[in-house]
C-alpha cells in the first residue's frame, strides 16, 4: 500500500472505526493539532534537552499517540474497544514530575518570558500549541463525544511543559526573565 | 510605497483582485496558514537538510506561492486570469518522488514518533502544518470558491514531507522509532 | 500555590478580572495565540539573531504581555482599570524601527521565499503566527470587547517581523529569494 492513498483528494477523510467526515470537522481539526503537539515535541527532542527530560518527552510523544487514536474514534464506535488505555497514571507521573522539579527550581510568582535555550524555547512553544490542541478538544468534551480523560491529559501537559521549560533553563545555568507589569495609568 | 500601509489597522484586508473582507474571513484564513507553511519550510531549510531535499523544498515554496495566489483570488474574479498557472505535473512530481524515496526506505507499517534529526523534525513540523492549511482549506472547496487542485496539492505534499522526513533521518542514519500501541483493555 | 490548579480539567477557564467561559472562547482562543506568538519570538531568539534585532525582540515580548492581558479582560469589566497601560509609542517606535532598516536594506517589489539564516526563518515563521493571531482578534474588535490598538499593534508587528527577517539576512550576507510568477496561462 502507498503511502499516498489519494483518497482525501476531495476533502473528506476517515475516522478510526471507518466513518467518513469533512476534513475539517471538529473531532480531525482537533486530533491534527494533536498531531502538531507531537511533532513540535519532536522539534524540542532535536535541540538536545537534558536527557532526563528527553526520556519524558519521548514517553509523552508515546502517550499522545494513545491519545490521538482515542479523540480519532467516535465514542460510540465499535473500534472503540480495541483503543489502546488512556491510563490515569500518565497524569498521576506528570503531577509527580512537576512537584519534583519544583523543589529544584526557584520560587515564581511572576509570568516569564518564554527563550532561554533552545530546548527551553522549543517547550514553551510545545506549550502553547498544547494548549491550542486543548482549546480545539474542548467542543468534543462538550458535545460528550471524547472521554474527559483526553482534556486532563492535554490540560496537566501544559503545566508540564511549562515546568520543563524552566527546568532546561535552570540546569543550563540560564535565568528565567520575569515580565513585570508597570504600574496601571491613573484615569 | 512603504511596506507597512495601516491600510488593515480596522481588522479588514484586500484579496487578490481587489475585493475587502475581514482578516477572519475563511478564505484569508486559509492562505495564512499556507503563508505558515511555507514560513515552516523555510525553518527546514535552515536546519541543513540533504541537498536533495533542499532544491526540492525551495520548489515547494515557489510552488505555494502560486497556491496561495490562487487562494487569495475568488474563482470569479477578474483578477483569476491574471494568475500564474497551478500545474498538475507539480502532483505528478510529487508522486514520482516519493514512489522514488520508498525504494530507499525501509517499509513502514507502523506510525513513527516524530522526530530525529533537526531537519526530519522540522519536516514533521511542517507535514502537520500543511495538513492544518488543508482543513482551512477544505471549507472553500466545498463552497466552490477555490479550484479542487489546491487541496489535491496540500494533501499530497503531507504525504511528502512525511516521506521527505524519514529520508532525512534515513541518510542521515536515524533511526525512526515505531509506535507501538499497547493492547486494549479487557472490558 | 501548585502551579498545576487542575481548576480547567472540565474545560472552562478564568479571565482576567474573574468570569469564567470555555477555554475554545474565541477570547481565550485570541490570547491564546498571543502566547504562542510570543513563544515563537523566544525560539527566533534561541537562534542568536543579531543583538540589535535580540535587544528588540525583548522589548516586543514584553509589550506582548501587556496585550495579553488587555485581551484577556473584558473591557467592561472591573479589572480593566488594573491592567498597564497599552502605549501607542509602541507602535510608533516599530514604524520608525522599518523605517529605519529600509534604509538599509535593497528596496523590494516582490515576495520573498521565506527562510535564510535560521534567525530570519524564525522571524518568517513568528511573523505568520502574529498574523493568525491578529486574525483571531478581529472578531473581538469587531464585538467590541477589546480595544483597536490590540489589532493595530498585531497589524505593525507582523511587518515589522517581515523587515526584521530581511535585516537578519542582509547583515549576514545571505540574500533574500525573489518569487517571480510565472506569466498567466492564455485561455
Ligand atoms: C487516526 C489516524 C491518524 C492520526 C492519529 C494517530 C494516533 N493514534 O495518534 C494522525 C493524525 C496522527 C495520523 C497521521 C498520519 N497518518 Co494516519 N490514520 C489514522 C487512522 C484514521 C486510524 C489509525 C489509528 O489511530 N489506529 C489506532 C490503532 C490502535 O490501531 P491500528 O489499526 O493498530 O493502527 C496501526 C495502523 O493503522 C498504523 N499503520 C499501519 N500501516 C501504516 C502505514 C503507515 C505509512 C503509517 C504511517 C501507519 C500505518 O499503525 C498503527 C500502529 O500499529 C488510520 C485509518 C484507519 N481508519 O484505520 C490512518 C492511516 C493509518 N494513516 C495514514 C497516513 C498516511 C498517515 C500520515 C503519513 C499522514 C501524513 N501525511 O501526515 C501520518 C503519519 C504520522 C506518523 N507520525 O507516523 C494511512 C496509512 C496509509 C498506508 N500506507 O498504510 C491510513 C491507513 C489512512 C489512509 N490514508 O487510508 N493518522
Ligand atoms: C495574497 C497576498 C499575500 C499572500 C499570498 C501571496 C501568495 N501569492 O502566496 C500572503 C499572505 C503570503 C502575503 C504575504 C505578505 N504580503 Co501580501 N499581498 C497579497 C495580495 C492580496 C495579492 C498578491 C498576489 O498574490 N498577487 C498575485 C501575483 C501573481 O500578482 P502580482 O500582482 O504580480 O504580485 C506581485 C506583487 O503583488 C508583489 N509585490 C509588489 N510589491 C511588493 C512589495 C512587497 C514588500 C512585497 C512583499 C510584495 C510585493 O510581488 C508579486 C510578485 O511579482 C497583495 C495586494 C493586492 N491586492 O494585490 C498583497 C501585498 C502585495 N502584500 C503586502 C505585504 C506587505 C505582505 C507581507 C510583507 C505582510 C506581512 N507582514 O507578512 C507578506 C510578505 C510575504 C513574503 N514572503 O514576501 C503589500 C505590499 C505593500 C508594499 N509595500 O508594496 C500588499 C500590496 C498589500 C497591501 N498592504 O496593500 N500576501
Ligand atoms: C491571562 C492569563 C494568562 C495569559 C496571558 C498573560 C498575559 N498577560 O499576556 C497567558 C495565556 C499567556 C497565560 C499563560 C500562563 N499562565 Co496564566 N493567567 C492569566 C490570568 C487569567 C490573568 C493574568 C494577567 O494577565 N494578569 C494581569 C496582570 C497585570 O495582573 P497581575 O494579577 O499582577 O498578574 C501577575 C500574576 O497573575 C502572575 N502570577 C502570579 N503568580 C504566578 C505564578 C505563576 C506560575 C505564573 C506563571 C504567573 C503568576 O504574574 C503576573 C505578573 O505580576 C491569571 C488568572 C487570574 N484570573 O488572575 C492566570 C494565571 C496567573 N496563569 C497561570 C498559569 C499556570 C499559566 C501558565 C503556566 C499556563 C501554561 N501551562 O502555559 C502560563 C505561563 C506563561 C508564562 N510565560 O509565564 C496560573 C498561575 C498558578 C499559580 N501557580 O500561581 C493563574 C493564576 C491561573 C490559574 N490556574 O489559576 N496566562
Ligand atoms: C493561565 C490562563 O490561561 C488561560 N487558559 C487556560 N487554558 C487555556 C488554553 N488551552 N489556551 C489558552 N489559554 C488558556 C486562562 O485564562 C488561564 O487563567
Ligand atoms: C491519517 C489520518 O489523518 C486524518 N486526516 C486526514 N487529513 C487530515 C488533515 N488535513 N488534518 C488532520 N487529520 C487529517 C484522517 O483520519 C486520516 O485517516
Ligand atoms: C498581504 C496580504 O495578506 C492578507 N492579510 C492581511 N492580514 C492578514 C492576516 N492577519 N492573516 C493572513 N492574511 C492577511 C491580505 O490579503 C493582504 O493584502
Ligand atoms: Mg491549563
Ligand atoms: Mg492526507
Ligand atoms: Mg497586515
Not at 27 to 37: F, M, N, P, T
Request: include cysteine; hydrophobic fraction near 40%.
Amino acid at each position: 500500500m502507498k503511502i499516498y492513498t489519494k483518497r482525501g483528494d476531495a476533502g473528506d477523510t476517515g475516522l478510526f472505526g471507518g466513518g467518513r467526515v469533512p476534513k475539517d470537522d471538529v473531532r480531525v481539526d482537533a486530533y491534527g493539532e494533536v498531531d502538531e503537539l507531537n511533532a513540535t515535541l519532536g522539534l524540542v527532542r532535536g535541540f538536545s534537552p537534558p536527557p532526563e527530560l528527553d526520556a519524558m518527552l519521548h514517553r509523552l510523544q508515546d502517550q499522545l499517540f494513545t491519545v490521538g487514536a482515542v479523540m480519532a474514534t467516535p465514542m460510540d464506535a465499535k473500534a472503540a474497544s480495541h483503543l489502546p488505555p488512556l491510563k490515569e497514571s500518565w497524569v498521576t507521573d506528570m503531577e509527580n514530575a512537576m512537584d519534583r522539579f519544583d523543589n529544584e527550581l526557584p520560587k515564581m510568582t511572576h509570568f516569564i518570558l518564554p527563550g532561554g535555550t533552545q530546548a527551553a524555547a522549543a517547550l514553551h512553544l510545545a506549550r502553547t500549541v498544547c494548549r491550542r490542541a486543548e482549546r480545539r478538544a474542548v467542543p468534543l468534551l462538550r458535545e460528550g463525544t471524547i472521554p474527559k480523560d483526553v482534556v486532563i491529559f492535554l490540560n496537566r501537559l501544559s503545566d508540564l511543559l511549562f515546568v520543563m521549560a524552566r527546568v532546561a533553563n535552570h540546569r543550563a545555568n540560564v535565568q528565567d526573565v520575569k515580565w513585570i507589569p508597570e504600574k496601571p495609568s491613573e484615569s
